[in-house]
């Protein structure tokens, strides 16, 4: 059995961060590691962190000096010691056997990195439309700006299907690009595609909606469609941030 590392990049979470802990209690077989890395929280998103993680000696806390989730994502698998590093969003929900999924879907060495299927839902609904389409777009987004990659295994995850890959492979590319404040897990799939393929494996993780229940599903499939589009003939990343608020 190999051992795998949570790191969940936190800004501002209170309202989403003690549930996703909680529930990854009762992951079976557990997470060898689960580090929260703040970006600077000014709600309770640290004090939660740190008393769910009281009676937890597998968590802990980091506290980074600027915000990003590159730059968060990168300091907590600094932070780690497990041989396979999972990416988690802190409105992200992982099914109980996720471990197992992770430790099955990387022994085969032919694959570099994975995720899962995003269900995206809220308080009253699920939006299957909307995940249908985020569904659809891991496969035609490569198809249609990098063909040639694309037949060589080539899948654009998102960070909300949480992404997996080997420590080794993940430092060896150089790890998320800081730099960019957008779009750092569609460019991480490019570069691990040095290592092997890019899959997206037959299990749901359930997300919050709460990006689309602010902008309505009409536009924010439209500011979906836009930045990937823009992304995917290679308009920078900072040009299309100022079309991705931070919403909490």
């Avoid at 580090?35 to 309770?44: C, E, F, L, P």
């Avoid at 640290?46 to 980074?64: H, M, Y």
């Avoid at 988690?88 to 994975?114: F, G, K, N, Y």
């Avoid at 460019?187 to 494996?201: E, P």
Wanted: aromatic fraction near 10%; proline fraction near 3%.
């Amino acid at each position: 059995m190999v051992s795998v590392a949570i790191v969940i990049p936190t800004l501002n979470e209170s309202a989403s961060l003690k549930r996703t802990l909680r529930q990854l209690a009762y992951l079976n077989p557990a997470a060898a590691e689960v580090i929260v890395v703040d970006g600077g929280s000014s709600d309770d998103t640290v004090a939660i962190a740190q008393t769910c993680f009281r009676e937890w000696p597998q968590g802990q806390v980091l506290c980074c000096d600027r915000a990003g989730r590159a730059v968060q994502m990168n300091a907590g698998a600094r932070a780690a010691t497990g041989e396979i590093l999972c990416f988690l969003h802190a409105d992200t929900r992982l099914p109980d056997d996720a471990i197992a999924v992770m430790e099955r879907v990387l022994s085969d060495r032919q694959t570099a990195c994975a995720g899962f299927i995003s269900l995206m839902s809220g308080v009253d609904r699920t939006r299957w439309g909307i995940s249908f389409h985020n569904f659809l777009k891991t496969y035609y987004a490569p198809l249609l700006f990098r063909p040639h990659r694309f037949v060589r295994g080539l899948r654009l995850l998102f960070g909300d299907q949480v992404m997996f890959c080997r420590r080794e492979d993940f430092w060896n590319c150089g790890g998320f690009t800081e730099a960019l404040p957008i779009m750092e897990d569609g460019d991480l799939c490019l570069k691990l595609m040095h290592y092997g393929r890019i899959r997206q494996v037959n299990r749901i993780v359930e997300s919050s909606d709460r990006r689309v229940a602010r902008w309505g599903s009409l536009k924010a499939t439209g500011i979906y469609l836009y930045i990937g589009f823009l992304w995917g003939i290679g308009v920078s990343p900072d040009y299309l941030k100022r079309f991705y608020e931070d919403i909490r």
